[in-house]
């Protein structure tokens, strides 16, 4: 697996685990895939930003900037829902703008001529290779950061 495979992967499981949010009627069914999302958006970003996005910076400074921005906004946005309650009719409209500004970033990411298509041409095989064990390292480090 390659550090652009990797990123693909886990903007995916954000995705299904958006829709499983809203396919369960659980309320703590519910909590527990928000924390979920939580978990896995804080990870990912911080690979994004500790590994993949230094290495491909000199190639798109200016994709990179923006990706820092939108992550910005992200983590706001993590920040106050985890500070609603699920209840709260603030709730839904701060998780549907989550939602929304996330997957307004994959596309971006995703698109042609996007930071990873632009990170495809630029870095060899070998150097996505090893991003990608460097980027789940960091994954996984603030996955236990997380839950202790």
């Given at each position: ?24 009627e ?6 527990d895939?928000?924390?979920l ?18 290495a ?17 906004g ?56 090893k991003m ?17």
């Open positions: 697996m390659d550090a652009i495979e990797l990123i693909k992967e886990d903007h995916q499981r954000i995705e299904e685990l958006f829709h499983d949010f809203f396919e369960t659980s309320e703590t069914a519910q909590e895939i928000f924390q999302i939580e978990t896995g958006l804080m990870a990912h970003s911080e690979m994004e930003e500790q590994v993949f996005y230094p491909v910076e000199e190639f798109a400074p200016e994709k990179v900037e923006e990706a820092f921005r939108e992550h910005a992200v983590k706001e946005l993590l920040a106050d829902l985890l500070d609603a309650d699920l209840n709260e009719e603030t709730f839904e409209s701060m998780f549907q703008k989550l939602m929304d500004d996330v997957r307004k970033h994959v596309k971006e990411e995703e698109a042609k001529g996007g930071i990873l298509e632009i990170a495809q041409g630029s870095l060899n095989r070998e150097r996505l290779s990608a064990n460097e980027m789940l390292n960091v994954q996984r480090r603030i996955k236990e950061d997380l839950a202790a």
